[in-house]
């Protein structure tokens, strides 16, 4: 059995995920709706955020999540080894607990580093992370419920692109960003025709402040 996936991204009216002014505020407050128990991130999407998971850090163990604390897990896919700073990312007031997902080609130099700090890890796929196995794993395995994607549009474009998404969750800004480098929150390159696009149905329709409009979908399966 598979977790609840839900993608929850503030978007410009043309799709676009950078180079607008978002209202954070707003997004986390919206975040609560999904009560999810797990946040899955993409590594580039953490790295982003704080250059200190970058950072190497003393073999010392990592807190534990524990059981009664009703914060999401984070859950960060990274089969290249890129994040390294689990203590710091277990600081952080949002999670209750740290865990990455590897694949076959992640150093075993990384894998053995995550043991010795106890850091929870499951190891799947070839050369990238075998996501729909990886959330069966964190179904059976760690109790997840349900998942909210902190990524950008590379990882939620596997995702929906595997038909392992329940939910498409956008906050529309009023902006209009264009251009062809900021990304866009769903991402396709494998898309080759009209086969491939992915059909929604409207769910909800909402206006936040004067500006932002929140639309959720479900995604016809
Ligand atoms: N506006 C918003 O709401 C919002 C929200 C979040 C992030 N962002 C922005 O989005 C940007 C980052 O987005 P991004 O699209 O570059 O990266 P991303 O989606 O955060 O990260 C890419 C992730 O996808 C994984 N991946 C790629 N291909 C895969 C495959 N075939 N199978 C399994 N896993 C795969 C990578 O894993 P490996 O590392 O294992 O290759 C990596 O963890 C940042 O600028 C961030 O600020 C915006």
Same mark, same amino acid.
């Given at each position: ?95 209750? &607990? $740290?865990?990455? /997902? ?5 150093? #075993?130099?990384?894998? =053995?580093?995550?043991?010795? +700090? ?77 086969? &491939? $696009?992915?059909? /929604? ?5 909402? #206006?936040?402040?004067? =500006?932002?409009?929140?639309? +959720? ?5």
């Amino acid at each position: 059995m598979l977790p609840r996936v839900i993608v929850h991204n503030m978007v410009s009216v043309d799709g676009r995920m950078d180079w607008f002014e978002a209202n954070e505020a707003q997004f986390y407050e919206t975040v609560k709706n999904w009560s999810e128990d797990c946040t899955l991130a993409g590594a580039d999407t953490i790295l982003d955020g704080d250059p200190q998971a970058a950072m190497e850090e003393p073999p010392t163990p990592v807190a534990a999540a524990q059981a009664e604390d009703d914060r999401p897990l984070l859950v960060v896919v990274d089969s290249r080894a890129r994040v390294k700073g689990w203590s710091f990312l277990r600081s952080q007031p949002h999670w209750r &607990g $740290v865990m990455t /997902l590897c694949s076959e080609t992640t150093p #075993r130099t990384h894998l =053995d580093l995550l043991h010795v +700090r106890g850091v929870p890890h499951i190891v799947t796929g070839g050369s990238r992370v075998d996501l729909r196995e990886s959330l069966a794993r964190l179904h059976k395995d760690h109790g997840v419920r349900v998942v909210r994607v902190e990524s950008g549009g590379t990882l939620s474009g596997v995702l929906l692109r595997a038909g392992l998404v329940s939910v498409v969750s956008i906050l529309i800004h009023p902006a209009l960003v264009g251009g062809s480098s900021p990304s866009s929150f769903f991402r396709a390159p494998d898309l080759m025709n009209t086969g &491939g $696009v992915i059909p /929604l149905r409207l769910v909800g329709v909402e #206006r936040l402040g004067s =500006d932002v409009v929140w639309l +959720r979908y479900l995604v016809a399966k």
